[in-house]
């Protein structure tokens, strides 16, 4: 189906399948949060009275201010077979990963997603074993490198992290992620190091509820502060926003909410932002570095370096969606 223009036209309304998916982990993932063994989520495929089809993912991580999986799911059992523009903007904000799946779905039938480069940040293993896990990735093409902390001692974590400055090349960037658990002395020490040592940012060093003492410590150190289960939302973000912040921001769009939504608030404010992922398959992902090449700061690598992370039949490069969804 092709517009006047030229333009592939959106079909008035659609027929719809989901499937749930499961996929562990290569190793555990290590977080403040704790620890995380599997991703669960859904993939979603709509097909026009044409025949096209176009595909979404909802990948929850409540954790972080999502729906959870149950609400997802309870979701998919109640829309009505039949979907149209109309029934998936009422998609309520309580369920954003949702909002986020079955939009960018719709908005496949017009704009289908395109194979998108852009710099990509990977994701090191918390703890010592980064030492030894940097320099494969390096070998791949990575050169901006994220790693976890606030899982261990202050006094270890500091002298592995001294470790790892050493052993990158002066060219690479690293950044450090708390999720939010560090007490405000040990961002404070944390900040102090990183001003003398070169670090890109400290990602979300105190829990959300802190925003006042982030933007103090922001304003007394030279390294960025970045926000993250600050801004997991677009609600979450606006709210930032409309209360001073105006530094980086890493948006997680497979959970941030309505793409639309998120276009809209790009409009009206300058936004360092930094797109990530949350560990969804590469239909999820697709999706949301569309986002990140027309939002994002291009100066900045986009945190979507980490399918090292699985070793299952959705980690195939190169797989197109149809044979993501056949895969299930």
């Not at 595909?55 to 039949?82: N, V």
Request: charged letters at 15%; glycine letters at 6%; one cysteine or more.
């Amino acid at each position: 189906m092709v517009s006047v223009e030229g333009a592939i036209a959106r079909p008035t309304a659609c027929t719809w399948e989901f499937r749930p998916y499961l996929r562990p982990f290569r190793t555990p993932l290590i977080t403040h949060h704790g620890e995380w063994r599997d991703r669960e989520g859904i993939l979603l495929q709509l097909t026009a009275t044409d025949g096209r089809t176009s595909y979404g993912e909802i990948a929850p991580l409540p954790w972080f201010g999502s729906e959870t999986m149950e609400q997802a799911i309870a979701l998919c059992q109640r829309l009505p077979a039949i979907l149209d523009a109309a029934i998936i903007g009422a998609i309520p904000n309580t369920l954003p990963a949702a909002q986020f799946g079955f939009e960018s779905a719709w908005a496949g039938f017009t704009a289908p997603p395109q194979p998108i480069a852009l710099p990509q940040s990977a994701l090191l293993p918390a703890g010592e074993i980064a030492l030894t896990q940097w320099h494969p990735l390096w070998q791949q093409g990575f050169r901006t490198f994220k790693w976890k902390i606030g899982v261990a001692d202050l006094a270890l974590e500091l002298a592995w992290f001294q470790q790892l400055k050493q052993q990158l090349p002066a060219t690479a960037r690293l950044r450090l992620d708390a999720n939010g658990g560090l007490t405000i002395a040990q961002a404070a020490h944390w900040l102090t190091v990183c001003d003398r040592l070169s670090v890109e940012y400290l990602e979300q060093p105190l829990p959300p509820s802190q925003f006042r003492e982030m933007l103090a410590l922001q304003a007394q150190h030279s390294t960025a502060i970045a926000l993250d289960e600050s801004v997991a939302t677009v609600a979450h973000l606006q709210t930032c926003l409309d209360h001073g912040w105006t530094g980086v921001v890493v948006i997680k769009p497979a959970i941030a909410g309505s793409p639309t939504q998120l276009h809209r608030l790009f409009q009206q404010s300058a936004i360092d932002a930094v797109f990530s992922s949350v560990f969804e398959t590469p239909i999820g992902q697709q999706a949301g570095l569309q986002l990140a090449a027309t939002l994002g700061n291009r100066d900045r690598a986009h945190g979507y370096g980490t399918s090292h992370w699985f070793n299952d039949a959705l980690s195939t490069p190169h797989l197109s969606s149809d044979a993501l969804w056949q895969r299930l």
